[in-house]
């Protein structure tokens, strides 16, 4: 890879641009969320189906993932994610143009597709920002993405509130984040493939580093999306509470996750990845197990925020971790990205699937399970923790960190 230097100002600016396109990732999940149930009437489909239809998205994410690290060599890492991030956000608009099942399926496919090349770029750019600082900057380049996610949810809530058509809703949405994304760009790392370098495979198998570390992500990333999918209706449901305070529940969750990764970074860089991993694993189980033990809904919204003050910063952490994770970080990047996406996908109908046998208490036993995976095998995270002494390999470029086949 040609090798770029950038100086302290360059890299804060490119810092805050990567983080603007995680702002805007997550601004088109929560403007999508926000409208399901009015897609699901479009479609004029039942809820079987709809589950039917959400599985769409993580089967476009998985196919197409591995393609980001061809898309970066070939065109470079600023404007590979400028496209992919357009991409995502115009994809936005489609879902809510279907008329049916299968051309819901079809459009949720791109979504998901489209989408998880976005989310491969950014974090490799992000990763590669975090090196060069020396520095960790991920659990607030996250906390953007959930802030974004806000934006979006609170756009879409009042859109549904004023009975605006979705279609009409998610065109504007898109146009916007569009142009914000495409600014955005403009300030990110540049880092161009040398002219004798071959052009990676377009798939390969992720190093066993990346499935440990992905193991990890998978489930904090599982209990994230059982909580923002299921939280309300676990109040509702076996709480009795009203539509509104379950609905606060859910907000409550986001807000707190939002906020402990924007500060996340200090404890990282004080106390170090493994050991904030466990102390948070340890507060994401006991958080989990009051949700399950809740007599009353007070108790189980403060469940809910102390699991996700505790699952706020493995991802991010994950994702550093794979990026300086030998001897093929760029590989692990993508094999990560790939596992802890499919598993924000896959979480809610394996939610739903348990509590339809079962309950929804039994649900969240298994939450709480994986909640305390974290605090076990926080310690493959230990490759790129500074305060174990974990391994910071030389800088890479962001095309290199996006592929997911390229041997160094």
């Given at each position: 890879?040609?090798?770029?230097?950038?100086?302290?100002?360059?890299?804060?600016?490119?810092?805050?641009?990567?983080?603007?396109?995680?702002c805007v990732?997550?601004?088109?999940?929560?403007?999508?969320?926000?409208?399901?149930?009015w897609?699901q009437?479009?479609?004029?489909?039942?809820?079987?189906q709809l589950g039917?239809?959400?599985?769409?998205?993580?089967?476009?994410?998985?196919?197409a993932?591995?393609?980001?690290?061809?898309?970066?060599?070939?065109?470079?890492?600023?404007?590979?994610?400028r496209?992919?991030?357009?991409l995502w956000t115009?994809?936005?608009?489609?879902?809510?143009?279907?008329?049916?099942?299968l051309?819901?399926?079809?459009?949720?496919?791109v979504?998901?597709?489209?989408?998880?090349?976005?989310?491969?770029?950014m974090?490799?750019l992000?990763?590669?920002v975090?090196?060069?600082?020396?520095?960790?900057?991920?659990?607030?380049?996250h906390?953007?993405?959930?802030?974004?996610a806000?934006?979006?949810?609170?756009?879409?809530?009042?859109?549904?509130?004023?009975g605006?058509?979705?279609?009409?809703?998610?065109?504007?949405?898109?146009?916007?984040?569009?142009?914000?994304g495409f600014?955005?760009?403009?300030?990110?790392?540049?880092?161009?493939?040398a002219?004798?370098e071959?052009?990676?495979?377009?798939?390969?198998?992720p190093?066993?580093?990346?499935?440990?570390?992905?193991?990890?992500?998978?489930?904090?990333?599982?209990?994230?999306?059982?909580?923002?999918?299921?939280s309300?209706?676990?109040?509702?449901d076996?709480?009795?509470?009203?539509a509104g305070?379950?609905?606060?529940?859910?907000?409550?969750?986001?807000?707190?996750?939002?906020?402990?990764?924007?500060?996340?970074d200090?404890?990282?860089?004080?106390?170090?990845?493994?050991?904030?991993?466990?102390?948070?694993?340890v507060?994401?189980?006991?958080g989990?197990?009051?949700?399950?033990?809740?007599?009353?809904?007070?108790?189980?919204?403060?469940?809910?925020?102390?699991?996700?003050?505790?699952?706020?910063?493995?991802?991010?952490?994950?994702?550093?971790?794979?990026?300086?994770?030998?001897?093929?970080?760029?590989l692990?990047?993508?094999?990560?990205?790939?596992i802890?996406?499919?598993?924000g996908?896959v979480?809610?109908?394996?939610?739903?699937t348990?509590?339809?046998?079962?309950s929804?208490?039994?649900?969240?036993?298994?939450?709480?399970?994986?909640?305390?995976?974290?605090?076990?095998?926080?310690?493959?995270?230990?490759?790129?923790?500074?305060?174990?002494g974990?391994?910071?390999?030389?800088?890479?470029?962001?095309?290199?960190?996006a592929d997911?086949?390229?041997?160094?």
């Amino acid at each position: 890879m040609s090798e770029m230097t950038y100086g302290t100002r360059e890299l804060r600016r490119a810092r805050y641009a990567v983080a603007a396109v995680f702002c805007v990732h997550g601004a088109v999940t929560g403007s999508f969320a926000t409208r399901v149930p009015w897609i699901q009437e479009h479609a004029g489909i039942g809820a079987g189906q709809l589950g039917l239809a959400l599985a769409f998205p993580a089967i476009g994410a998985s196919v197409a993932m591995p393609l980001a690290g061809s898309i970066s060599h070939r065109f470079g890492a600023r404007t590979a994610l400028r496209g992919l991030l357009a991409l995502w956000t115009l994809a936005l608009t489609l879902p809510s143009l279907a008329p049916n099942l299968l051309t819901l399926c079809a459009a949720l496919f791109v979504y998901g597709a489209s989408a998880g090349m976005a989310d491969v770029a950014m974090n490799a750019l992000g990763v590669e920002v975090e090196n060069r600082l020396d520095k960790s900057i991920m659990s607030g380049l996250h906390g953007m993405w959930s802030a974004g996610a806000l934006i979006g949810s609170a756009g879409g809530t009042l859109a549904a509130h004023l009975g605006a058509d979705a279609r009409l809703h998610h065109l504007l949405a898109s146009a916007v984040l569009t142009v914000v994304g495409f600014t955005a760009c403009r300030w990110v790392l540049d880092l161009r493939p040398a002219e004798d370098e071959e052009p990676p495979p377009r798939f390969a198998l992720p190093p066993r580093s990346a499935l440990l570390i992905g193991a990890v992500g998978f489930c904090a990333v599982f209990a994230e999306g059982a909580s923002l999918d299921w939280s309300a209706v676990y109040l509702k449901d076996v709480l009795d509470t009203s539509a509104g305070l379950a609905a606060a529940c859910t907000t409550g969750f986001t807000l707190t996750m939002a906020i402990a990764r924007i500060a996340g970074d200090k404890v990282v860089d004080r106390y170090g990845a493994v050991r904030t991993v466990r102390v948070s694993g340890v507060g994401a189980a006991l958080g989990a197990l009051l949700v399950v033990v809740a007599p009353n809904p007070v108790v189980a919204m403060a469940g809910f925020g102390l699991l996700g003050l505790g699952i706020a910063v493995v991802v991010p952490l994950a994702f550093a971790a794979a990026g300086r994770s030998g001897p093929n970080p760029s590989l692990a990047i993508a094999g990560v990205a790939t596992i802890t996406y499919t598993s924000g996908l896959v979480a809610p109908s394996a939610i739903g699937t348990i509590a339809q046998a079962t309950s929804l208490v039994v649900s969240f036993g298994l939450v709480t399970v994986l909640a305390c995976g974290l605090a076990v095998f926080a310690g493959v995270l230990r490759a790129g923790d500074r305060k174990a002494g974990g391994r910071v390999p030389e800088q890479l470029s962001p095309a290199a960190a996006a592929d997911p086949a390229r041997k160094p």
